[in-house]
Structures are given as C-alpha cells and as structure tokens.
C-alpha cells in the first residue's frame, strides 16, 4: 500500500526519540527512510535496542541511521546528542519527539518519586529535546536562510495529550496536558520561525510498550474505543508521517490529533461505574426557570419528571426501585416482627397445668390467665360403668380463635388401685366445634391407645367450644369390687393420689392470622429484599424477570396458605 508520495523525505533529516524495534518511534522511522530521509538519528537509553532498530532500518532503505544512547531526561545528555546529529548530518529538519511513557498507577498509590520520574520523561524530556533541536538545529538553520526561502522546517511531536482525563495515570496525564499546551504554544511563539508544531495522541496502540500493560487495561481500553480495536504503530505513523511532511501538512499548526477521540472521555465515564444500563435511567430534573437542564442534553433516552424549582435530581430506574424494594423490606420486617412478638406473647399466655401432685375429685385445673375453671375431674356415677374416672375439660376461651388445644394427662402409676391391669381410655365430645375432626381425633386415642404402667402418658386433643369428656377405664370388663368407690361422690376420694400429673396444655395452633402475617411478613421482607439487591447489582430487565418470577412465588405462598388454613 502507498500512503505517500515516493520520496516524501527525500532530503530530510529525520531525529526520532525512542526506537526500538516495535515501538511507534521505529513505525514512523522505517516510514520515513522509505520515503527517502536523507539521514536519521535515533535515540533511547538503552544501547542495544537502538542499535538492532539501526541495523534494521538501514536493511530497508538507504538512510543511513545514527544512533546514541540519550535518556531526554537530562538536558546535557539531550544536548550532547542533537549536537552530535547536526555534526552527522549537518542539519535537523523534522523532530518526533517519541520518547516517553509511564507506568499504570492508581493516584493514591503514586509517590511524588514516580510522578516526578514520569513528568521528566513526557513532559520535561520533550521539552529538553525540542528545546536543544530548536537552539542547535531548527532556529540557526533558519537564520542562514535568504528571505526568499524562510518557509520553514517543521516539527512535529507525537505525543498524546489527553482530551479529558487519564484515570490511573494522573502523573503522564498531567504531562500530556502539558505537551498540549506546549505545542499549541510553540505553535504561535515559533511560528516566525516557520516552525510547525503539532502532537498526535494515539489513543491506545499495540507496540512493545502496550505489551507490558495488564491484559484488562487494554481489553477496557478496547471496549471504550469507538472502533472497538487497538490501533497499530503503522498507523500512527502514517498520521505523523503526514505531520511531518511540510509538502503534506504544510499549513497545519498547533494541532493535537486525537486518533481516538473520546476513548479516554469514555474510560473516566466507565471509571468505576456501577454495570447497570444508563438508558434504564429515570431523569428526574426539578428545573429552574433557565430552560434546559443536564438531563435534556443527555444522550440516553430517558423518562422525565419535572417541576419547578432549583434543584436537579437524577435517579436511575435501578436505584429508584432499589429504595422502593428496601423501603418495602423494612416495611415487612416490622410487620413479622410484630407479628411474632404478638405470637410469642399468646404463645407465653397459654396455660401450662403442672398439677404436680394430687388430682382430686372436683379439683379445678386453672387457666394460668383466667380465674375460671377449665378442667374439672368428677365422678360420673352411670350406673353400668361405675368403675369410671371422668374428667371434663372446658376450653378456656371460647371466643378466642385457638382451634386444638392438647391436654396431656400423666399417670405415675395406674389409674386405679390394680397390679398389672391396663386402662383403656376414652372420650366423649358434646357440643364439638368440628365434628369430623374432633370425632377423628378421638376415635384415635379411643381405639389405639393403651395406658399401661410403663407408659402412662396419655394426650386428648379437644377444641373451643367444645366439652370433651374423657376418662380412664379399667380394661377388664369385670369391675372388681375395689372400684366401687367410683360409683358415687362420696367415695370418689379413694382415686386420689392416682392421677399424678395432668399437664401441658399448650396450643398447637394458635391465632392462625397472625402467624399467616407474620409467615408472609418475613417472606415479603425476604422476597423485598432480594428485589432492592437484585435492582443494585443486576439491573433493571433482569430485575423485572426476578420480579414476575417472586410475583409468581408470592402467589404460590398465598395459595398454599389458604388452603392450608381451610384444611
Ligand atoms: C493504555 C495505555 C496507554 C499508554 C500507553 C503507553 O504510553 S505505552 C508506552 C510505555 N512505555 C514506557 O513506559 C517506557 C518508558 N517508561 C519508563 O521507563 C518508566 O515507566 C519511567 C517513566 C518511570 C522511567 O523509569 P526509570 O526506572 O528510569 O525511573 P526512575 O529511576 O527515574 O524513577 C523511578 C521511580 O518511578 C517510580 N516507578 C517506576 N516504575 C514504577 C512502576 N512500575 N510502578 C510503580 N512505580 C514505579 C518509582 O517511584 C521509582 O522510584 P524507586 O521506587 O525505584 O526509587
Ligand atoms: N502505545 C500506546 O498505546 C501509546 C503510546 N504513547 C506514547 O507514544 C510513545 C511511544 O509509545 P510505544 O512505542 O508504545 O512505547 P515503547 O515503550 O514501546 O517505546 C518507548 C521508546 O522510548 C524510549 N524511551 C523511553 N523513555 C526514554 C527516555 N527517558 N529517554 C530516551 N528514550 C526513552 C524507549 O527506549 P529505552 O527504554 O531504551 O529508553 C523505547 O525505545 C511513548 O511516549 C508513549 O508513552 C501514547 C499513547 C498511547
């Protein structure tokens, strides 16, 4: 491919700072010994890599190269080596100050050492070259010129400098700045030297010094260019071979090339940003009375909220649903909180009946919070069966909404005074809230279960509104002549000391409202506040899915817990 004329440097002596092999400084130096630069001078600290670029260069093309070991840092060092290029080649035409660089450093961590280094290197070592090749070369080659020929050498600088900013490399981005305004500058104050200055600032470039920076750095540096690539050294040297070119870009000055415009406008804005979508963003722009606000101007399409005033607010989507969904979550946190306090409060009121003694006939078992009686053990003379120890509980609260209540009833020994004999339990229910499950409740302790000695705990479920009667029989249909004494009150005394205990009456289920509430309390602050965190850390379109997909999960809580109820 020919970019440019054949010969374009025919004539031209060429100083390029920074050459090794790979560099953009050797891009731009093989250009222009292929267009026919009449000398070139080189320079770098290193010695080695200078001399293979050297020996390179002069392999392909007919320049012949000159090289010295120069850090531009040092202002003699700089000077010996343009005085020792203008005794070469008798003559300086075009400069590319090249030479430079840094090193990837987040500000906080950056010493005033390392700044100063990499200021000295972009900024004051531009400035020792062009300053000795302008002294030594450029101004005293003008001044032998006729009238008739003062129409210039030129200079151009490569180096970048940054439209905006450079995150993680404040030290080299305070330099480019520099430079910049140094070649506008240089531009005007030399133009009477018909000297042209421009700098070209790359953007970010594949070379042997990009190489040396974190793969992630440049993948982010990818991603934020508009042509979504790296550029080439080639490619920059094209750009600097043009500048350089008084017949090319003769009338150019004080220029600075942005090869990539608004990559690093576009890092800074990605510097740390959360990963949600812009365009998912509601503006809301409280406007003053002065016309368009930053949200009109913005390039994402957004939702507008307005009114009067002072004030300009902008909220993302995300965000904005975020504090909804907590403010939700906190909402339903205090409600289960609640919920469970006004539980464990019932819970706590529910009588414990620990008679831990003797159980009489006629004996009352109290409610812990109530002065009337609940469980009344009595005689029930029936004539047939008068061998039978009857106990009657009344549910404490019948207006309450408890359903099961559990009486447990533990004997230490048997019921009646009897060696071995087993006791066979039954219960009678009048007036039972639920028939069926009263009926099916007892029907299993009736049928299946059998105090004996060694197990004498026996459990009578009952339920509000309802009497439940319940006593212990003695297994043999005999009644032996000892259990008389239940067949009228009088005697009734002789089963004292034989019900040792009758205890734990506790709720099984209790104020089933409130427990729902408090269940779906907790799994809206749980369901909440999965919402505010997936709006903070997913987005918003992913949001909305997990949304429908909780809508659909709450709706299944409820379902469930309906029906559960209702069984
Ligand atoms: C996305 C990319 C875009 C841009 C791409 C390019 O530009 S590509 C082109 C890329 N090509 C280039 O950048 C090539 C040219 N660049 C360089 O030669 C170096 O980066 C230089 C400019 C710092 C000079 O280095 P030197 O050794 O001659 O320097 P010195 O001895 O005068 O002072 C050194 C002081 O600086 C500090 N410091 C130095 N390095 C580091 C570090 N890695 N870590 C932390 N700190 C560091 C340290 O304080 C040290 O003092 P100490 O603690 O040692 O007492
Ligand atoms: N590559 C990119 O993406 C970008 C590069 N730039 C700038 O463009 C220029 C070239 O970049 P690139 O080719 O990638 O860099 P490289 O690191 O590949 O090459 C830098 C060259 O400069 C020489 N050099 C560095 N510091 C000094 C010094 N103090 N005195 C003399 N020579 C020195 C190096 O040689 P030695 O080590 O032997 O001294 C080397 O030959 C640099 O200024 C760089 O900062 C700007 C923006 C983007």
Redesign the pocket.
């Given at each position: 491919m020919v970019l440019f004329k054949n010969q374009l440097y025919s004539g031209k002596v060429v100083l390029i700072t920074g050459c090794a092999w790979g560099s953009i400084g050797a891009a731009v130096a093989l250009q222009v010994c292929q267009l026919g630069a009449a000398g070139l001078a080189i320079c770098g600290?290193r010695e080695e890599p200078l001399k293979d670029a050297a020996l390179r260069l002069e392999n392909q093309s007919k320049t012949p190269v000159f090289y010295q070991s120069c850090d531009i840092?040092d202002p003699d060092a700089v000077e010996s080596f343009v005085a020792a290029v203008v005794a070469k080649f008798g003559r300086i035409d075009v400069l590319f100050n090249n030479a430079?660089?840094?090193?990837p450093?987040m500000a906080e961590n950056l010493?005033s050492?390392?700044f100063n280094?990499?200021i000295?290197?972009n900024l004051l070592g531009t400035w020792n070259m062009t300053s000795s090749v302008a002294r030594l070369a450029f101004i005293p080659q003008f001044e032998k010129l006729t009238e008739a020929e003062k129409k210039g050498a030129n200079e151009d600088d490569p180096t970048q400098s940054v439209p905006c900013c450079f995150p993680g490399?404040v030290h080299?981005g305070s330099a480019r700045a520099g430079v910049d305004n140094m070649t506008k500058t240089l531009a005007v104050e030399w133009a009477k030297y018909q000297i042209k200055v421009n700098a070209v600032a790359p953007g970010?470039?594949v070379?042997t010094?990009?190489q040396?920076?974190p793969k992630e750095?440049?993948d982010k540096?990818r991603r934020v260019a508009p042509l979504q690539r790296l550029g080439t050294c080639e490619e920059v040297a094209n750009i600097c071979t043009f500048l350089g070119s008084d017949e090319a870009a003769g009338f150019i000055t004080g220029q600075t090339f942005y090869m990539e415009a608004r990559v690093w406008q576009e890092t800074s804005l990605n510097f740390n940003r959360p990963s949600y979508k812009t365009e998912a963003c509601v503006c809301v722009c409280v406007c003053g009375l002065n016309g368009p606000t930053e949200c009109d101007r913005s390039d994402n399409p957004r939702l507008f909220f307005r009114s009067g005033g002072k004030q300009h607010h902008k909220m993302c989507m995300p965000k904005l649903f975020a504090a909804i969904f907590f403010a939700l979550a906190g909402i339903c946190v205090a409600g289960a909180i609640i919920g469970c306090v006004v539980l464990k409060k019932e819970i706590d009121s529910i009588s414990r009946y620990d008679l831990n003694g003797t159980l009489a006939i006629g004996d009352y078992i109290l409610d812990a919070n109530s002065t009337t009686s609940n469980l009344t053990v009595t005689l029930r003379n029936n004539g047939n069966n008068n061998n039978i120890v009857n106990a009657r509980y009344d549910s404490p609260r019948n207006s309450d909404l408890r359903k099961f209540i559990y009486v447990d009833m533990c004997f230490s020994g048997r019921v009646f005074d009897r060696d071995n004999s087993s006791i066979k339990i039954f219960t009678t229910v009048t007036k039972p809230y639920n028939g069926t499950i009263i009926q099916k409740i007892t029907q299993q302790y009736v049928d299946n279960y059998v105090v004996n000695t060694t197990n004498p705990c026996v459990q009578i479920a009952t339920c509000y509104s309802a009497t439940t009667y319940f006593g212990f029989q003695e297994s043999n249909t005999t009644a032996p002549s000892s259990f008389t004494v239940a067949t009228n009150t009088t005697e009734s005394t002789s089963i004292k000391g034989n019900i040792k205990n009758v205890c734990n009456v506790g709720i099984l289920y209790t104020y089933p409202g409130i427990a729902i509430i408090a269940f779906a309390c907790v799994a809206g602050a749980i369901i909440f506040l999965s919402f505010a965190l997936a709006c903070v850390l997913i987005g918003f379109i992913r949001m909305v899915m997990l949304g429908l997909l909780a809508v659909l999960l709450i709706g299944a809580a409820i379902a469930f817990a309906v029906l559960y109820h209702k069984i």
């Amino acid at each position: 491919m020919v970019l440019f004329k054949n010969q374009l440097y025919s004539g031209k002596v060429v100083l390029i700072t920074g050459c090794a092999w790979g560099s953009i400084g050797a891009a731009v130096a093989l250009q222009v010994c292929q267009l026919g630069a009449a000398g070139l001078a080189i320079c770098g600290r290193r010695e080695e890599p200078l001399k293979d670029a050297a020996l390179r260069l002069e392999n392909q093309s007919k320049t012949p190269v000159f090289y010295q070991s120069c850090d531009i840092r040092d202002p003699d060092a700089v000077e010996s080596f343009v005085a020792a290029v203008v005794a070469k080649f008798g003559r300086i035409d075009v400069l590319f100050n090249n030479a430079g660089g840094q090193f990837p450093v987040m500000a906080e961590n950056l010493n005033s050492k390392g700044f100063n280094a990499v200021i000295r290197n972009n900024l004051l070592g531009t400035w020792n070259m062009t300053s000795s090749v302008a002294r030594l070369a450029f101004i005293p080659q003008f001044e032998k010129l006729t009238e008739a020929e003062k129409k210039g050498a030129n200079e151009d600088d490569p180096t970048q400098s940054v439209p905006c900013c450079f995150p993680g490399m404040v030290h080299t981005g305070s330099a480019r700045a520099g430079v910049d305004n140094m070649t506008k500058t240089l531009a005007v104050e030399w133009a009477k030297y018909q000297i042209k200055v421009n700098a070209v600032a790359p953007g970010t470039i594949v070379s042997t010094g990009t190489q040396r920076y974190p793969k992630e750095m440049l993948d982010k540096s990818r991603r934020v260019a508009p042509l979504q690539r790296l550029g080439t050294c080639e490619e920059v040297a094209n750009i600097c071979t043009f500048l350089g070119s008084d017949e090319a870009a003769g009338f150019i000055t004080g220029q600075t090339f942005y090869m990539e415009a608004r990559v690093w406008q576009e890092t800074s804005l990605n510097f740390n940003r959360p990963s949600y979508k812009t365009e998912a963003c509601v503006c809301v722009c409280v406007c003053g009375l002065n016309g368009p606000t930053e949200c009109d101007r913005s390039d994402n399409p957004r939702l507008f909220f307005r009114s009067g005033g002072k004030q300009h607010h902008k909220m993302c989507m995300p965000k904005l649903f975020a504090a909804i969904f907590f403010a939700l979550a906190g909402i339903c946190v205090a409600g289960a909180i609640i919920g469970c306090v006004v539980l464990k409060k019932e819970i706590d009121s529910i009588s414990r009946y620990d008679l831990n003694g003797t159980l009489a006939i006629g004996d009352y078992i109290l409610d812990a919070n109530s002065t009337t009686s609940n469980l009344t053990v009595t005689l029930r003379n029936n004539g047939n069966n008068n061998n039978i120890v009857n106990a009657r509980y009344d549910s404490p609260r019948n207006s309450d909404l408890r359903k099961f209540i559990y009486v447990d009833m533990c004997f230490s020994g048997r019921v009646f005074d009897r060696d071995n004999s087993s006791i066979k339990i039954f219960t009678t229910v009048t007036k039972p809230y639920n028939g069926t499950i009263i009926q099916k409740i007892t029907q299993q302790y009736v049928d299946n279960y059998v105090v004996n000695t060694t197990n004498p705990c026996v459990q009578i479920a009952t339920c509000y509104s309802a009497t439940t009667y319940f006593g212990f029989q003695e297994s043999n249909t005999t009644a032996p002549s000892s259990f008389t004494v239940a067949t009228n009150t009088t005697e009734s005394t002789s089963i004292k000391g034989n019900i040792k205990n009758v205890c734990n009456v506790g709720i099984l289920y209790t104020y089933p409202g409130i427990a729902i509430i408090a269940f779906a309390c907790v799994a809206g602050a749980i369901i909440f506040l999965s919402f505010a965190l997936a709006c903070v850390l997913i987005g918003f379109i992913r949001m909305v899915m997990l949304g429908l997909l909780a809508v659909l999960l709450i709706g299944a809580a409820i379902a469930f817990a309906v029906l559960y109820h209702k069984i």
